[in-house]
């Protein structure tokens, strides 16, 4: 039996691009055991996923933790084949810890590397698959995602928002106040808005309650892997450019994503379970975006839906 090893780090954002590339190394190679090298946040997600026998922990040691670096080098050896998907400067090294062996990627040296110089200008989604293409993997049937647990019951009829972002990206954050006068105009419309986010984001969904005391409060109280099936049941969801959101337009739930000049959706958006683009907008600071132009946006969904991505 071969021993394949896939690297996936990163933020959620990028872990839930990575689900389509995950099932396609699984098809190609339907017989091996498949080891992930994750982080701690998303080791729970990666166990629950059916395409692992394995997932293993990176604990990021630093380059002068001389013991942290050999147990580090003992998990990434002793594989056939390396789907490298984080494809970072960190991760490229692992290719030599490993002892060099077949690597997807693009560390110097690898067997099968994603040489297209323009790489870094596309969108994960895209990049990956070329990634993949030119490892031989040229199916790429769409994720079962029927694994994620739906989550908490919920009201029939209710709104998913989220206020949060990376801390230290505050410019990718919407105003909360927004937020709120958002989440009136959804109750207002028979609609219960409900605030997801990480226990740390608790004062956000604090704040839009005091502007609509309809708004349940669910940050700090699901797990990563709930969101999805909250969200597929969700009549719409509106965030900003942050891991929860990808989550969301993975599951097919209508999404409207607010970007900054802080990132770039071309690069980073989060997609639907088919690639489609959520609706987008983005202006140079979303402080200046009013609460008019983002209802409005909800109010033509069924065409946003359709959107074909950023110019």
């Not at 396609?24 to 994750?38: E, F, G, Q, S, W």
């Not at 808005?193 to 700090?220: H, R």
Request: aromatic fraction near 8%; charge should be neutral.
């Amino acid at each position: 039996m071969s021993r394949i090893l896939v690297i996936r780090l990163g933020a959620l954002g990028d872990f839930v691009q990575s689900l389509g590339p995950f099932s396609a190394i699984r098809a190609h190679h339907p017989d091996a055991r498949i080891t992930l090298l994750t982080t701690a946040p998303f080791a729970d997600l990666a166990r629950r996923a059916p395409w692992f026998d394995e997932v293993i922990i990176d604990a990021r040691p630093q380059w002068w933790n001389v013991p942290g670096i050999v147990r580090l080098r003992g998990r990434l050896r002793g594989f056939d084949f390396v789907y490298d998907l984080q494809t970072s400067v960190r991760s490229s090294r692992y290719f030599y810890l490993a002892g060099r062996p077949p690597w997807s990627g693009i560390a110097r040296g690898a067997s099968h590397p994603h040489a297209n110089p323009l790489r870094d200008l596309m969108h994960t989604r895209e990049r990956q698959r070329e990634q993949l293409e030119a490892a031989g993997i040229l199916s790429f049937p769409a994720p079962d995602l029927s694994w994620f647990p739906p989550g908490p019951d919920l009201p029939i009829a209710f709104a998913l928002l989220v206020p949060g972002a990376a801390l230290h990206r505050p410019k990718k954050r919407w105003p909360v106040e927004h937020y709120g006068a958002l989440a009136a105009m959804l109750a207002a419309r028979g609609m219960t808005p409900v605030v997801i986010g990480t226990a740390a984001e608790a004062p956000l969904a604090a704040a839009i309650a005091e502007i609509c005391p309809q708004a349940l409060d669910l940050t700090g109280r699901t797990e990563i892997s709930e969101i999805f099936g909250i969200a597929s049941r969700a009549a719409l969801a509106v965030g900003n450019d942050t891991g929860p959101m990808h989550l969301a337009a993975a599951s097919g739930c209508p999404c409207v994503v607010l970007f900054s000049a802080d990132s770039d959706p071309a690069l980073t958006s989060p997609r639907g379970p088919d690639g489609t683009w959520p609706a987008l907008l983005r202006v140079p600071d979303l402080a200046e975006l009013p609460v008019a132009e983002v209802a409005e946006l909800i109010c033509s969904l069924d065409g946003a839906k359709r959107n074909p991505g950023p110019a």
